[in-house]
């Protein structure tokens, strides 16, 4: 399903899977997104296991508004409606009093690949690197000798839309896949304890629906 503008009707686009119209000054630019923690929970680092799998936009009961902003498991509340043109994912650079290093950020940029599904069907796919949010932080720092990395420039204007849009509403069921793959066919240049990434502490990954989002109360 995407959208696509209706010419000679400004603010007015042609759904094309269903042929409704719709209009955007019924929406609001904003993001929907939810956050996993990779790591034991306890305080402690995380060893991966091969293929090892975190699943966004599944597991929403006990979260807070700053890990995500779902509020039923899998879908959008209902009556809201989200015109998607741009997905994101960043680690979160602080959580409570845990920092994690930029090495820790590094692993899990290059190692993670992320997969977005709508009723599970493809919506986008490929390495971590390739989601840059626009948000986070990004530069040096002198606080204990590291350095602020982020996924991309912290710069919405450089973060790549999608080539088509996609309307999704409570009737759609929404799933993201961050998996950590066993680089396996390297055979014998890379060494097994090298193949999968070890961090130090757990980290907080987010992943980001930009769009136009159309909520119950809206007029």
């Known amino acids: 399903m995407a959208i696509r503008p209706i010419k000679g009707r400004p603010g007015k686009f042609l759904d094309?899977?269903?042929?409704?119209?719709?209009?955007?000054?019924?929406?609001r630019e904003d993001?929907?997104?939810d956050t996993v923690i990779i790591?034991?929970?306890a305080g402690g680092g995380a060893t991966l296991t091969a293929g090892e799998q975190f699943i966004f936009f599944r597991d929403v009961a006990q979260k807070r508004l700053i890990d995500?902003?779902?509020?039923?498991?899998?879908?959008?509340?209902?009556?809201?409606?989200?015109?998607?043109?741009?997905?994101?994912?960043?680690?979160?650079?602080?959580?409570?009093?845990?920092?994690?290093?930029?090495?820790?950020?590094?692993?899990?940029?290059?190692?993670?690949?992320?997969?977005?599904?709508?009723?599970r069907i493809l919506?986008?796919?490929?390495?971590?690197?390739?989601?840059?949010?626009?948000y986070g932080?990004?530069?040096?720092?002198?606080?204990?000798?590291?350095?602020i990395v982020?996924?991309?420039?912290?710069?919405t204007a450089a973060a790549l839309k999608l080539l088509k849009t996609q309307l999704i509403t409570s009737e759609h069921?929404?799933?993201?896949?961050?998996?950590?793959?066993?680089?396996n066919w390297t055979g014998a240049d890379l060494n097994a304890a090298d193949r999968m990434p070890t961090f130090s502490q757990p980290l907080m990954c987010t992943t980001w629906l930009h769009g136009l989002i159309k909520q119950a109360v809206s007029k």
């Open 123 to 134: 919506l986008i796919e490929g390495p971590a690197v390739k989601f840059p949010s626009g």
């Open 68 to 119: 995500t902003n779902f509020t039923q498991q899998s879908r959008l509340s209902a009556g809201e409606e989200l015109i998607i043109d741009r997905v994101g994912m960043t680690v979160r650079d602080a959580t409570g009093n845990l920092l994690p290093t930029p090495s820790d950020v590094k692993k899990l940029v290059s190692d993670a690949f992320l997969r977005i599904e709508v009723n």
């Open 150 to 155: 982020s996924v991309g420039v912290p710069s």
């Open 39 to 41: 790591g034991d929970g």
């Open 16 to 27: 094309t899977g269903t042929g409704k119209v719709l209009d955007i000054s019924d929406y």
């Open 137 to 147: 932080l990004y530069g040096n720092t002198v606080e204990n000798g590291q350095g």
């Open 31 to 33: 993001d929907k997104f």
């Open 173 to 183: 069921e929404m799933q993201g896949f961050l998996t950590f793959y066993d680089r």
